[in-house]
């Protein structure tokens, strides 16, 4: 974002408006497709429930995902044209393309609306029940951009709500009933995200953070911190009852115990990502999780042990 500002100003001059090719890039900017990577977890209930592989319900789970990329980066459009002016007060997001003058914010709001209007109508050509939940993820969205996100507690849980969704539109696409223990993992694990976020914000910006975030001017660090410990232990006693019931759901009551075996890098991972927060390192989650080699290696043997697990019967 930093060299799009930088390119501003070479191609166009001070204040001079941005070319087209320059402005493509800060709408890609806008968009956010490192973002993207959350949409995984929309395979999170495909995959616990076994029915990966099966064509037309992969397709299904694949629509999904992309769907959700585009009300996503939807809303970040919208999220962008309204904290303009507050961006502009943070270190790094005042490079953003509106905040920078790279994509006017009129024109940011209109194609947000436009795409989550659009991953609306078509999700609605899979199930309606999908475009529920993605119109509750709009609902939120425009509820969080224009009052919530100044209200405490409120705007943690909006952003954490967007990550429950996600999980429970990828049961809803392909007809498979989604664990009430996987729900609370998503949602704890979601919140400590979140959280973690907040207190890297809080420590880095100091008494100044209100300028960019107000919730900041209320947040206090033992706050952050107590919010942060529940949700983490929140999340590995879900994610401990959710690995019994899976087996016992599947009917893997004579199999290895490849189930209870995923709790440990599950309970690792949410120990060393904590950790990790309190060092100030949890501002930007989805760079931390795609740069900490522990975080990558705990997820792939997470990953092959649940594998293992629901499909090796």
């Known amino acids: 974002m930093v060299q799009l500002a930088t390119n501003r100003t070479a191609a166009g001059g001070r204040g001079g408006p941005p070319g087209p090719a320059l402005r493509a890039r800060g709408l890609i900017g806008v968009a956010r497709p490192r973002q993207w990577t959350k949409n995984v ?8 429930a076994g029915v990966v592989g099966n064509g037309a319900l992969d397709l299904r789970a694949l629509a999904t995902s992309a769907l959700f990329c585009l009300v996503a980066s ?16 943070h270190p790094l997001k005042r490079s953003r ?11 940011a709001i209109g194609l947000g609306v436009a795409l989550e209007v ?22 939120v969205q425009v509820a969080y951009n224009l009052r919530l996100k100044q209200v405490p507690v409120w705007d943690l849980v909006c952003v954490a709500s967007g990550f429950v969704l996600r999980a429970i539109a990828g049961g809803v696409a392909v007809a498979v009933p ?8 998503a949602t704890f694990g979601s919140l400590l995200m979140v959280t973690g976020k907040r207190l890297a914000e809080l420590l ?13 001017e ?19 006693i879900g994610y401990a009852l959710w690995a019994f019931d899976l087996r016992t759901a599947l009917r893997h009551d004579a199999d290895p115990i490849w189930f209870e075996l995923s709790i440990v890098p599950v309970l690792v991972a949410l120990l060393h990502y904590t950790f990790l927060v309190e060092r100030g ?13 522990s975080l990558q290696a705990l997820g792939l043997v997470w990953a092959v042990l649940l594998v293992v697990g629901v499909y090796g019967h």
Do not use: C, M
């Open 41 to 48: 977890l929309v395979f999170a209930a495909p995959v616990a």
């Open 178 to 185: 989604v664990s009430q223990w996987f729900l609370i993992v």
């Open 74 to 89: 939807g809303s970040y459009f919208v999220n962008d044209a309204l904290d303009a002016e507050a961006d502009r007060a």
């Open 97 to 107: 393309p509106v905040a920078a003058g790279l994509v006017p914010a009129r024109l």
């Open 204 to 216: 880095e910006l100091g008494e100044g953070g209100g300028a960019h975030r107000k919730t900041l």
């Open 118 to 139: 659009l991953a609306v109508g078509l999700s609605g050509l899979l199930t309606w029940r999908l475009a529920v939940v993605l119109g509750v993820y709009v609902g």
């Open 281 to 293: 390192e949890g501002a930007r989650p989805e760079r931390l999780v795609l740069r900490d080699r």
């Open 218 to 236: 209320d947040y206090s660090t033992t706050f952050l911190r107590t919010v942060l410990a529940i949700s983490a232990a929140g999340a590995s």
